[in-house]
């Protein structure tokens, strides 16, 4: 989050004691200054950050004022029981969806079973309206093995 002069920064943390806050001072599109703080132990009312340059070294008269305020908000999160309701639910829907998909749509890939067969057609698998021959698709699995093809 890139704030600037004067703007009011928001920051929602479920762990404040694990969170830091780093506060940092650019000019021109480069940093110049920073202070980190964690961000549990900062006290509301105004606060001053002694800054420190780019080494880590903090800069004897650079500060930056800040205003740290708290506020809390209501858990919205869902209880297991009901995540574990609702993920039923989306399982069932996707179930749902999935058949009726099924039924709209034929299957492109289909492998062509000899009762279906005529004598005059050839042998092989139907790959999108693509039918391989049996030398085809012996060269094709030869070839997904990594052995050459020799005729």
Known sequence: MNATLGEQFHCLTVEPYATFLRVGVTDRGQEVAYETALLGR????????????????????????????????????????????????????????????SQRCEPRYTEMSEPQMQDDEPRGISLLGTTLSTAEQTQSNRFAEGRKYSP
């Open 42 to 101: 900062l006290r509301e009312g105004y606060r001053v950050f002694q800054m420190r340059g780019l080494l880590g070294t903090r800069i004897e008269i650079c500060y930056l004022f800040a205003r740290i305020s708290r506020a809390s908000e209501v858990n919205v999160w869902q209880t297991p029981r009901q995540l574990r309701l609702t993920s039923n639910q989306q399982r069932e829907e996707i179930s749902f969806l999935m058949q009726e998909l």
